[in-house]
């Protein structure tokens, strides 16, 4: 019985780091109803940055709150420059751009980081950690708890954020009322970006800083996002703390960790198949 909890909580621990990044996906299809291949990628090129100002002898806090600083004014930049052009083009030039920019970002992180693995501080202390999880893995659940809760209150609370979610919802009745649907697409993604960088900051510690590091935690994360409802934050949340306790119980005790990754792509053929709204988002619907 102490295995199986101690498994459950480290499944608990891998879906608080599926949770961050589900959490920026969330962000871009709430705007766009699109979502953004380039997660993952723009996410790990942000925490590369992090690194070479740890490097530079930095604190991790001062190091945090620029990460996540530029890391959103990249994203502004990439959907002013990149993804507004594309405008209200089909799908699928929307897919072509965000998996450009994804080839683009997985390069620009080979470069800075040269494909060297490097090791990746956490700040979290000691007296964190317990039997079941460490330090570093109770600190980026509280994070995740954190984000969660700032974005959920920042949305449904606040007059910027109520306008984000209109200008979502409905841009051109947005439009009509004065509210500048432009503009908060462009804070969307910006938001979506710096949420990326801290998801991306809390997996370097495990998973060690390389440009590569976020490819299968993106896979997790888009079908917790799906599970929970990729139109709804805290569903997503709820659904990637699933998907890492069901990834790794199924590792330890079904399939092994070779098959992990593929359970979860099982999950998202699932999920599309039987309930594409996921368990905890709302159906669209339209009048015809």
Partial sequence: MGEFLNQVLAGVANGGIYASLALALVMIYQATQHINFAQGEMATLSTFGAWFLFDA??????????????????????????VKPVGTASPFAFIAVTVGLLMIANSASHWVGGGDIREFPSPFPGWLGSRYLSAHETGTILVTMIVLVALLTFLKRTPFGLAMRAAAQ???????????????????????????????????????????????ILLYAFAGALLGGINNPTGAVIGSFAVGI??????????????????????????????????FGKAAVSRV
């Avoid at 996540?68 to 004014?73: D, E, K, L, R, Y």
Wanted: proline letters at 5%; one cysteine or more; hydrophobic letters at 60%.
């Fill in 170 to 216: 409905n841009p051109v009745s947005s439009g009509f009322v004065g509210i500048r649907v432009g503009l908060m697409l462009t804070i969307g993604w910006g938001i979506s970006a710096a949420i990326g960088a801290i998801a991306g900051m809390m997996v370097a510690p495990i998973a060690f800083l390389e440009p590569n590091m976020m490819g299968s």
């Fill in 246 to 279: 069901f990834e790794n119980l199924l590792g330890v005790y079904v399939t092994g960790s070779e098959l992990k990754l593929t359970s979860a792509l099982c999950l998202i053929v699932i999920l599309l198949i039987l309930r594409p709204s996921g368990l």
């Fill in 57 to 82: 002898g930095m604190p991790y806090w001062v190091v945090f709150a620029l990460t996540v600083f530029g890391s959103f004014i990249m994203g502004a930049l990439v959907e002013r420059l990149v």
